[in-house]
């Protein structure tokens, strides 16, 4: 019994290594690289690798209403690629980044983990992202349009649960001296307790936000506001209004390449991604993806709101709608396994 109590820790220990892992090495290997499609499949082995490692010591997944919800998405999302236009280096883009989603999502909820990151693993963090800043990304804040310093570190830091105004202001200045508006946004957020009153109020400025850098088009500070990206939604709502099946169901997964006038960054070759992930899912599944993807974040969220773990999931959730990691919006994904996992656990425990 002692034999398979240490191999069941060992094992455990052994997947949530390799899920870190899958997230490091994105900073690590952004640089170096020339362009996502280099070393997304190596993110994409060590999750699953940790998913073997995971179902190998924990034989009971987890379904729930919330999960139903989430599988239906994920489900549907892939169907799409069957009234897509069977583009393969879109279709492989868009699978590997809807896969690490997808997994990202199961190997936290099947492992039942409900983890809260201790102050040192925040600062470790933020070190090791600053080594990487000052050496590979020789000092610059994006490299290949991706941001180093933030990357992970807002992640542990929305994971600890004594993270104190003190704290959080220290790396909102860190992050508006080494990084993007992404982490910055997502400092900002964190400030606030409801997740309720963050997801309302998010919502609202985020309009006001677009409004505004609509009225500053052609001034200085249209471009420390939103900038070209108030030019996406005309262009996804222009695209999916041709038909009512575009509408409802999008242009499918692995949609071909297209040129086209994005607002001040001029004609580029665009694949279908928008730096607002809602738009991507509008622009690929329709009217349907995006009501069956808020069905599922919603039901997560209502389920265990109170939890602490909410706070950064309403961050990452407001957050994807203006700009996400260079790697996708798995950060929505993790958040949300945790708090699906503490819901649990306080349902256990009472």
Request: aromatic content about 20%; hydrophobic content about 50%.
């Amino acid at each position: 019994m002692n034999k398979l109590t240490q191999r069941s820790s060992s094992l455990k220990l052994s997947y949530i290594h390799f899920f870190w892992f899958s997230i490091i090495l994105v900073p690590i290997l952004n640089p170096l690289s020339e362009g996502i499609s280099t070393y997304f499949p190596i993110k994409l082995f060590f999750l699953i690798i940790s998913l073997i490692l995971c179902l190998s010591c924990n034989s009971r997944v987890r379904i729930t209403k919330a999960d139903i919800a989430i599988y239906v998405y994920f489900l549907y999302s892939f169907l799409s690629f069957y009234w897509g236009d069977a583009s393969f280096a879109t279709s492989v883009m868009y699978f590997g980044f809807w896969l690490s989603y997808l997994l990202t999502f199961v190997i936290i909820r099947t492992g039942a983990i409900v983890y809260e990151s201790k102050l040192h693993y925040v600062f470790l963090a933020f070190f090791f992202e600053l080594i990487l800043y000052f050496t590979i990304y020789n000092a610059n804040k994006s490299v290949n349009g991706g941001y180093v310093v933030g990357h992970l570190t807002s992640v542990v830091l929305l994971m600890n649960f004594r993270s104190s105004f003190f704290l959080k202001s220290f790396f909102l200045v860190s992050f508006t001296y080494f990084t993007g508006i992404r982490f910055v946004g997502v400092i900002l957020i964190s400030y606030f307790k409801k997740p309720a009153f963050i997801l309302l109020s998010g919502v609202v400025g985020i309009f006001i936000l677009y409004y505004l850098t609509n009225l500053f088009i052609g001034t200085p500070i249209y471009s420390y506001l939103l900038g070209y990206r108030v030019a996406e939604p005309s262009f996804v709502f222009n695209s999916i209004s041709n038909s009512v099946l575009e509408l409802f169901f999008g242009h499918g997964f692995g949609s071909d390449s297209f040129t086209v006038k994005m607002g001040s960054k001029g004609v580029i070759e665009h694949s279908g991604i928008f730096h607002n992930f809602y738009l991507t899912v509008i622009y690929n599944t329709g009217l349907v993806g995006i009501t069956l993807l808020f069905i599922s974040l919603i039901s997560g969220l209502m389920s265990s709101r109170n939890c602490f773990y909410a706070i950064g999931f309403t961050a990452f959730i407001l957050m994807s709608s203006i700009d996400s990691h260079r790697d996708g919006v798995w950060a929505i994904f993790l958040f949300l396994a945790l708090l699906l996992n503490e819901r649990d656990r306080e349902i256990n425990n009472g």
